[in-house]
């Protein structure tokens, strides 16, 4: 069973700054895409952020010029760095991978809070 934990959440007022981790228990080796998405209370899941193989980087329309996603291999770890935080930015964040044997595995969620 592959397991990713999500760490870096937590209060952070509107205009700062988050770092959000993901460590993955396969290597990168066996990773097609890592990404993040997020649910807000009342709302449905949303991608925010995608990372493939290659490097190649998708954002959701809402977070794109403030947030990067990035990946470190030889942690087997992906990032999300929050810019520019917003209070709609608030949610819990899930970790999220596609593995090459098409399967799909999340974390269980840290939660981001952007206060006024």
């Known amino acids: 069973q592959v397991q990713l934990v999500e760490s870096g959440g937590g209060l952070v007022q509107a205009g700062g700054s988050l770092r959000l981790s993901c460590s993955a228990s396969?290597?990168?080796?066996?990773?097609?895409?890592m990404g993040w998405h997020r649910q807000a209370p009342g709302k449905q899941r949303e991608l925010v952020a995608t990372?493939?193989?290659?490097?190649?980087?998708n954002y959701a329309d809402s977070v794109k010029g403030r947030f990067t996603i990035s990946r470190d291999d030889a942690k087997n770890t992906v990032y999300l760095q929050m810019n520019s935080l917003k209070s709609e930015d608030t949610a819990v964040y899930y970790c999220?991978?596609?593995?090459?044997?098409?399967?799909?595995?999340w974390g269980q969620g840290t939660q981001v809070t952007v206060s006024s």
């Open positions: 990372i493939t193989s290659r490097g190649t980087t």
């Open positions: 999220n991978t596609r593995t090459t044997w098409s399967r799909d595995y």
């Open positions: 396969v290597s990168a080796f066996n990773i097609n895409v």
